[in-house]
């Protein structure tokens, strides 16, 4: 190994082969990281009402939430209906003026309830949304990995062919 381009036609082969390996791993995990996602949401049976949706969301009426963009629309969706039920409050000022009530205001006790539930829910849709995002990041950086591993095993090839 004294020729420096046969030195050099090795490295990049080297370093194409483990980029491309990188990139395919990447791409089984974000693969198999949605079929998770998937897995999960479709156990929880979310589904979408047949009525009542807001215009955006009709195109769901009826279908489960099987994917990240659906349980992000079915979060939304719930945001909505919370926002309605405390006309507008967060869950944190509901729970302020049921203390300034002494705690014993029986109405703001089940509307605290409601907006907990509802902003739990929520975010357990929305985690499964970042998620979804995720897994679309990986498989796609896997496959730009995939594809620069083989351009590197290329020249590399070509580099220590003498072409």
């Known amino acids: 190994m004294n ?3 046969r030195l ?11 980029t491309l390996t990188a990139g395919a791993v990447m791409t089984a995990r974000g693969l198999r990281g949605r079929d998770e996602i998937r897995d ?9 009402p047949e009525k009542g949706l807001p215009p955006e969301l009709t ?40 203390h300034a009530a002494g705690g ?11 907006a907990f539930m509802g902003e739990t829910l929520r975010a357990s849709l929305m985690t499964a949304y970042q998620a979804w995002q995720i897994t679309s990041l990986t498989v796609g950086l896997g496959a730009v990995l995939m594809g ?16």
Do not use: C, K, W
């Open 104 to 114: 014993q205001d029986d109405s703001l006790a089940a509307l605290r309830q409601t």
């Open 3 to 5: 020729d420096p381009r």
């Open 59 to 98: 195109a769901y009426a009826g279908h489960p939430v099987e994917n990240g963009v659906q349980a992000r629309a079915f979060a939304d969706m719930i945001g909505g209906n919370v926002r309605h039920a405390t006309r507008g409050r967060t869950y944190s000022e509901v729970t302020a003026e049921l």
């Open 148 to 163: 620069a591993g083989a351009a590197f095993v290329t020249v590399g090839a070509v580099m220590s062919s003498g072409g």
């Open 8 to 18: 050099a036609a090795t490295l990049v082969g080297a370093v194409g082969v483990t």
């Open 40 to 48: 999960e949401l479709s156990r929880q049976r979310i589904t979408f």
